[in-house]
């Protein structure tokens, strides 16, 4: 199976900025596009930003100009910079890749457990 642990949430003051880390581990035979999610009390889960094996990336319009996602292919990590972080940005962020474990026969999605995000007004 692959395994994605997020770090880097916390408790933060409207405007301020925090950098959001998911580390991939496990039997890992490919990992294709990756995802951060987020999840606020009450509210269904929501795409926030997603990357391709190339790097092109998609955001929502919730968050363009303020998110950047990006990834380490080499050490099987994917980022998201969160600046001018607004109150209803709180959430859990949920981190999302697409791929393979070594004896799949099919493409998987992988979630982590999810990281706090919460920001004071």
């Known amino acids: 199976q692959v395994q994605l642990v997020e770090s880097g949430g916390g408790l933060v003051q409207a405007g301020g900025s925090l950098r959001l880390s998911c580390a991939a581990s496990g039997n890992i035979a490919r990992i294709d596009a990756m995802a951060w999610y987020r999840q606020a009390p009450g509210k269904q889960r929501e795409l926030v930003a997603a990357?391709?094996?190339?790097?092109?990336?998609n955001y929502a319009d919730s968050v363009k100009g303020r998110f950047t996602i990006s990834r380490d292919n080499a050490k099987l990590t994917l980022y998201l910079q969160m600046n001018s972080l607004k109150p209803e940005d709180t959430a859990v962020y949920h981190c999302?890749?697409?791929?393979?474990?070594?004896?799949?026969?099919?493409?998987?999605?992988?979630w982590g457990q999810g990281t706090q995000v919460t920001v004071s007004s």
């Open positions: 990357i391709t094996m190339d790097s092109i990336t």
């Open positions: 999302n890749a697409k791929g393979r474990h070594w004896g799949s026969y099919r493409d998987m999605d992988y």
